[in-house]
Structures are given as C-alpha cells and as structure tokens.
C-alpha cells in the first residue's frame, strides 16, 4: 500500500480547512509528532512493516512545534490519533485530565523491555490509577561523558576509562570541560542536564524522584549541592560568559584540535551527530560515574515517547507494533540515525558502529533508568529551570535567590 506521508508546519495546521488531527475513523492513523527530514524518513522505516501488514495507512505529520501543535488541536476538541512528544510531564498532564487513552490492552513482546523502562510510561489518569500512558519510540542516553582517545593523553585515558572511577577521581583530575548552553529553540537546557545528573548520581534516584515529582525542595541540600558542582565545572570551562554564548552542538570541537582546548563533553547520545570522524578513534565515552552509593548504576535517558488520543483498533495496532523487534530495528539500523532502542529484543550486532553498539547496551541494561528530569516536570517547572541555569551562570552568586523562586514556581506548578 502506498505510504501516505505527510510532513506539515505550525502554520499549515493552524490554518488550513481541514484540520491537521482530523480522523478517529480507524481506516488509517494520524500521528503528530517532532521529527522532519531524516528523521522523518527514520520513523516511516518503523511504520512501514505495519503497513504493508495491515493495510492500514500512517499519516504522519511532523513539525518542530509539535508540542504547540498538538496543545491546539486538543484545545480545538480536534486532538490526532497519536502524537509522539519528548516531555513525559506534558503526557502525565494529558493523561490525568483524561485526554490520553490508557494503553493496558496493548500487547508488548514479553522480555523485551525491563520492568525499570515499562515503569517509565506509567501514569496516573483522571481517576488517580496508575496505567501505562505511552510507549517509547526510541531513546538517547544522557549520563554520557565523551573524550577523544587521539587527543587525551595516555595517563589521563587510562584514569578515564578505569572501570571503578568515580565522580571525585575524575574531579580531582581538574580536566577543562567542553560546555555550552546555547540553543537555537531553548536556551539552558544543557545546563539542566548537568544539575540533573549530578543530583543522580550523588544523592540516588529516591531523592532525584522527590524532586522531579515536587516534592523535594530546590533549596534542599542536595539540589544545591548539585547546582554548586556544576557551578565550579562551568567556571573552569572557558568561564560562564564563553558557556552562555557557546552552542551545545559547537561546544565540543576543541576537543579534536591538534591542541585541544577541552578535553570531556558531557552530552546526551545525540551529539555524535555533531562529532566528526571516526567513532572510537576519534571519539569514545564513559558512563557517568557514581558519586556516592546512593547513585551506583543509575543511567539518565531522555525518550520520545507516543500516547494515543482515539483509541480506535487501528491506532492500538500501531502502537503495539511499534514496540516489536522488526519496528525498533528499521530505525535503529539506519546509518547515524543517532536511534537508540530500549527493547532488548533488538539485536546489539544491527548498530552501525562500535560507539553506538556501547549506547545500546547501556541503555538495554542499566539497572536503573530515569528520564531526563526537566523533561519530566510540568512545562513551567522546566521552563523556569531553564532560564534559572541562564540566570545562574550570569551571576553564580546569586544562587540561593535563584532556588528560592524556583520553589515558588514549584509551589504552583505542581
């Protein structure tokens, strides 16, 4: 059957005749969702074995703004069948006003999927019960640290790589870290995954769940710890004012100089994309290393993740397939997709690298999984932790007034 593939803009959907969510009529799906170009083209391979199985047409329409999208077609009563976002805590707020459709009866491939990566879709909906909400489309890795083994000299790589390090050996190192903030779309968010990783990794994901949930204080101890380590790391890397104005994507490339200018990049799994060269030789990682028992073996992920508003046969079907074997492995196979699986069912071998083959692994067997915590807060928590970072690092000593209102923010945002 011919794949009807849509690609649509903000513009389009707001203004056109017929409304971009329009369907509920099960003869096909209409999923809304974050990815244009290659990316696009990554999630048609997934949804193609479903069509030509099923007969059933996707119609995918994918903008930058989805999640602007998508808050005004529900706002229009008019929501797509699907849509597939990156913020857990918009889905949790969908789900609990009753908007998203509880995904109990949709089957997933037994053993493919930890129980600390199902647990990760389950929400509460309008009545306070816990069900899954959503399934992962694909996910990154964020407690990475990246080096180049061309340019870190022998001595230092051998400490790096050392399978017992630790967060005060690799401190006590004093290596200059590669870091910027700048983003085209929202600023700080890098910053944000600095202070959530080293909340992780030192105080436990018990306390990182408090606080993600509200519940912890941003003025707690160990928040504060938090935003303090990472103060005195971006303080040694180039100085606050070269990190506010360094694009992420641009922040590691010293790293590869013949006279390198940093020397570890603390980013996400899709960075690579940014990266050039070959992997391995001229760029490896290491996972973020524990601080602390209380943080030993957690693993930081961020995820997109796909929620069904009809839950029409159709839309159910899609969904279920999604989480298969054949579906992960179209877009994970493809050449730097930068697309990670959490289905274990997938095999390591089918990544195209030997870096990628180590994120997959890391992601399919770390024991303990969290989501990227600015994701997962309500979007005003996340949008002030945002601007918080930018604030913080203009004026470092301004910290505590800076947590203050954040819990302010947190007293109504939750």
Not at 52 to 63: A, E, H, L, M, P
Not at 82 to 89: F, I, K, M, N
Not at 240 to 248: A, I, S
Not at 294 to 323: K, M, P, V
């Amino acid at each position: 059957m011919m794949m009807r593939f849509v690609m649509a803009v903000v513009l389009l959907c707001g203004l056109a005749v017929a409304s971009c969510g329009t369907s509920g009529s099960g003869a096909d799906v209409t999923v809304l969702g974050p990815w244009t170009g290659q990316e696009a083209s990554g999630f048609a391979a997934m949804f193609a074995g479903f069509e030509k199985s099923t007969g059933i047409d996707v119609r995918y329409i994918g903008t930058r703004d989805a999640d602007a999208v998508l808050a005004s077609e529900i706002e229009n009563g008019d929501p797509p069948d699907a849509a597939v976002l990156s913020t857990p805590g918009e889905l949790r707020q969908y789900a609990a006003a009753g908007r998203l459709v509880p995904l109990d009866r949709v089957p997933v491939p037994a053993g493919a999927y930890t129980p600390a990566v199902r647990a990760l879709t389950v929400t509460s909906g309008p009545g306070g019960d816990p069900h899954p909400y959503a399934i992962i489309i694909k996910a990154a890795l964020k407690s990475v640290i990246w080096y180049s083994p061309r340019t870190l000299p022998p001595a230092l790589r051998s400490t790096v790589t050392a399978p017992d390090l630790t967060w005060q050996r690799l401190a006590d190192l004093r290596l200059t870290w590669c870091m910027g903030v700048a983003d085209t779309s929202s600023s700080g968010w890098p910053g944000t995954d600095w202070v959530e990783d080293l909340l992780l990794h030192r105080s436990g994901p018990r306390k990182y769940d408090q606080w993600v949930a509200g519940r912890l204080p941003w003025t707690s101890p160990e928040v504060r710890d938090a935003w303090r380590a990472f103060g005195a790391i971006a303080a040694k890397a180039g100085g606050t004012d070269h990190v506010l104005l360094t694009g992420f994507g641009q922040a590691g490339a010293p790293m590869f100089a013949p006279r390198p200018g940093c020397l570890l990049d603390h980013e996400g799994s899709f960075i690579t994309a940014f990266y050039s060269g070959t992997p391995g030789t001229e760029y490896d990682f290491v996972p973020f290393p524990p601080a602390g028992k209380a943080g030993q073996g957690a693993q930081e992920i961020a995820g997109d993740l796909l929620g069904i508003f009809h839950g029409t046969s159709a839309a159910r079907r899609l969904a279920a397939y999604l989480t298969t074997r054949p579906a992960q492995e179209a877009w994970a196979r493809r050449l730097a997709s930068g697309a990670y699986s959490l289905n274990r069912q997938v095999p390591i071998g089918v990544y195209p690298d030997p870096v990628a083959k180590k994120i997959a692994t890391g992601l399919t067997h770390a024991g303990t999984v969290r989501f990227d915590g600015s994701d997962s807060m309500p979007q005003t928590m996340a949008s002030a932790f945002d601007n918080a970072v930018l604030e913080y690092l203009a004026a470092p000593d301004h910290l505590d007034a800076l947590l203050s209102a954040l819990d302010k923010v947190r007293s109504v945002a939750y």
